[in-house]
């Protein structure tokens, strides 16, 4: 069965600098699509960077990228200059085949001035 | 404005009072889904359905129903709503035309069951 970790409960960063936040996965198919989500305190899921695994090039969104290590099963979150509107929980899904999302745990990033 | 909407946001019971979560989307999309979110668990899928009356369980559909008559509407039922299922509540949907567009998720339900 697929599953998605996120191995860090809370992370913090001080605004301006960078984060960068894990997820790792377990999955035997080869095709597959990855996704963060933002949720801030209003609970809106919020999508912030999606990956197809197919494709090689790490996305990138702005000040949001991925590493993105399709052997290691490995699809990390790095903020760069981080803002305090970027505090909330993190989600990292995967998806495959279907329109099902499988969530990981969470983490959530406070930022401080 | 495209949108997913979920009514109410906010929802107090008592065990046993059934009660329904509406979901109502704008968008043509095939597929819905509801999910629970709990703390330290993620979200996790109750019920999903791939079009007009084609529903199906998902990873924990006790103690929950759902109905599919019109494409825009997927409501959740709690026929006898237990402590266990407070929670917050979300309703998806996704286009069936590809994999790798987003889901849009509605604002959240947060259900108290007392």
């Known amino acids: 069965a697929q599953t998605v970790t996120q191995s860090q409960p809370e992370m913090s960063v001080q605004e301006a600098e960078t984060v960068t936040l894990s997820c790792t996965y377990d999955t035997s198919e080869s095709d597959y699509y990855l996704f963060w989500y933002k949720q801030p305190p209003s609970r809106q899921m919020i999508l912030v960077i999606r990956?197809?695994?197919?494709?090689?090039q790490n996305a990138t969104e702005n000040r949001f990228s991925v590493n993105f290590q399709k052997a290691a099963k490995s699809f990390s979150l790095k903020i760069s200059d981080s803002q305090l509107g970027d505090a909330a929980m993190y989600f990292c899904?995967?998806?495959?085949?279907?329109?099902?999302?499988?969530f990981g745990t969470g983490t959530r990033l406070q930022v401080f001035p | 404005e495209a949108q997913v909407t979920q009514n109410p946001r906010y929802l107090i019971t008592v065990t046993g009072k059934k009660l329904t979560v509406t979901c109502s989307q704008n968008?043509?999309?095939?597929?819905m889904s509801w999910y629970r979110q709990d703390p330290g668990l993620g979200l996790r899928q109750i019920y999903y359905s791939m079009n007009v009356e084609v529903t199906d369980k998902g990873d924990v559909p006790e103690g929950y129903k759902v109905s599919r008559k019109e494409k825009r509407n997927f409501p959740l039922i709690l026929e006898s709503p237990s402590p266990n299922q407070t929670s917050l509540y979300f309703c998806?949907?996704?286009?069936?035309?590809?994999?790798?567009?987003?889901?849009?998720f509605g604002q959240g339900t947060r259900l108290t069951v007392v």
């Open positions: 968008m043509n999309h095939e597929y």
């Open positions: 998806a949907s996704t286009p069936f035309s590809s994999l790798n567009t987003e889901a849009f």
């Open positions: 990956q197809e695994a197919y494709k090689q």
């Open positions: 899904a995967y998806r495959f085949n279907t329109d099902k999302l499988i």
